[in-house]
T-cell receptor, first 113, second 109 residues
Framework: IAGITQAPTSQILAAGRRMTLRCTQD?????MYWYRQDLGLGLRLIHY???????GKGEVPDGYSVSRANTDDFPLTLASAVPSQTSVYFC????????????FGPGTRLTVL | GQNIDQPTEMTATEGAIVQINCTYQ??????LFWYQQHAGEAPTFLSY??LDGLEEKGRFSSFLSRSKGYSYLLLKELQMKDSASYLC??????????WGAGTKLIIKP
């Protein structure tokens, strides 16, 4: 793989179900991020990780959790999905916190019914 | 609160020049970014400004005035492939990006 990948590409989920969105990068970037993008709003940061083993909360963390067991992977988990979590989710990475470019994955389109 | 403002939509003609403005109010400033996002795709990096002035990169230029909390993205010699959304983002004092809602640019022949 080259760059950053996300899975699945899209998903329809029943409310109350648990869901994990996967993100993997092969650029050996230290920092990784999860954003959601909703129509009419800017990208909003959900969680981030500045280096393997550490995570932090962004602007809209409620209902989501993350882990960073290694440099490459940064999964996002919805413990009990709700319709307001319907969105497009983007994973991104950068060489370091505050680096002047973030690289984005192709996104996951999630619909919660 | 933190706020990034940019026009919702703009229309321009192929071959022309267009300027997309962005104003911001954030907690701290560690640089301003412009990204391009085609419909259904991921954002891709265009430019980064941390000092006042103009940064030129081919057909695209980006300007920053920190005292005015203002930036613009200038696109010259517009091509149909430039039809996309252009996202303005500011890195705040916590080194997190605060994003505007994006400007949808429509290019007409």
């Amino acid at each position: 793989i080259a760059g950053i990948t996300q899975a699945p590409t899209s998903q329809i989920l029943a409310a109350g179900r648990r869901m994990t969105l996967r993100c993997t990068q092969d650029m050996r970037h230290n920092a990784m991020y999860w954003y959601r993008q909703d129509l009419g709003l800017g990208l909003r940061l959900i969680h981030y990780s500045n280096t393997a083993g550490t995570t932090g909360k962004g602007e809209v963390p409620d209902g989501y959790s993350v882990s960073r067991a290694n440099t490459d992977d940064f999964p996002l988990t919805l413990a009990s999905a709700v319709p307001s979590q319907t969105s497009v989710y983007f994973c991104a990475s950068s060489d370091s916190q505050g680096a002047n470019e973030q690289f984005f994955g192709p996104g996951t389109r999630l619909t919660v019914l | 609160g933190q706020n990034i403002d940019q026009p919702t939509e703009m229309t321009a003609t192929e071959g022309a020049i267009v300027q997309i403005n962005c104003t911001y109010q954030t907690s701290g400033f560690n640089g301003l970014f412009w990204y391009q996002q085609h419909a259904g795709e991921a954002p891709t990096f265009l430019s980064y400004n941390v000092l006042d002035g103009l940064e030129e990169k081919g057909r695209f230029s980006s300007f920053l005035s920190r005292s005015k909390g203002y930036s613009y993205l200038l696109l010259k010699e517009l091509q149909m492939k430039d039809s996309a959304s252009y996202l303005c983002a500011v890195m705040d004092s916590n080194y997190q990006l605060i994003w505007g809602a994006g400007t949808k640019l429509i290019i007409k022949p």
